[in-house]
């Protein structure tokens, strides 16, 4: 089968080739690969149809959206109004699971995650806290639920930016039980581009702990002091955890 570049593609199709990046990082592209740093795209591929109406929105674009609504600093001396600062039950929800995990109730914790069943975009975002959560609880049954949840995700979303986001919480898992070899290549490398840009300091404090795993904690500090370059906003959150 003959492949063309993003950019013939772009030229092709008669649209941007930000534009085409953009369906390659959403998975829109049926037989589209990988090559290194570069897409390859079947010649014969079809420009992807513009999305459903307004109630299934794209995974990618509706995670995008929860992250940027909910990652906010919360307040120094009343962390729950924080909850005042989104209006959707749903990102109040994640919200609440994450208060619940700083205060340690991990009951919380999990009946939230429990309650994020059919909304992707949130459960992915509460995976992370979750997964690390069955780990600290012994829950092997919530642990194997929620990998099994990623790895639909992964499959489903291979080399697009939500497929980064769940390896990032198994990668999660995997630092929490002191398990380096299993963490993700791109993570081990420090190859962050896949992540989405409000998601990174996550991914800098994964790095660390894997560092922390090796026991090589001169590169662990030098990795922790990269995340000081990120806004506040998302430190506040590197920092809680």
Known sequence: MEHIS??????????????????????????????????????????????????????????????????????????????????????RLHLEGELAYLCGDFERVI???????????????????????????????????????????????????????AQLSLDTAYVSAIAPNMVSDWLKSGDLRAVPSKVKPDAVYRRVKYFQCLGKFDVMLATAQTGLAFPTASLHRLRSR
């Open 6 to 91: 993003a950019r013939q593609t772009a030229e092709r199709w008669g649209i941007s080739l930000r534009r085409v990046q953009i369906y390659l990082q959403e998975g829109r592209i049926a037989g589209a690969v990988r090559v290194g740093r570069l897409w390859m795209i079947p010649a014969d591929a079809e420009k992807p149809g513009d999305l459903c109406g307004p109630k299934q929105k794209c995974l990618s674009t509706d995670f995008a959206q929860v992250i940027e609504a909910t990652i906010v600093p919360m307040p120094r001396h009343h962390p729950a109004a924080v909850l005042d600062t989104v209006g959707e039950d749903r990102l």
């Open 111 to 165: 009946a939230c995650f429990h309650c994020t069943k059919g909304d992707d975009a949130v459960r992915l975002c509460a995976c992370s806290l979750t997964i690390a959560t069955a780990i600290t609880t012994g829950d092997y049954v919530l642990f194997s639920e929620i990998e099994v949840y990623l790895k639909s995700i992964i499959d489903a979303n291979i080399g697009t930016a939500i497929s980064a986001v």
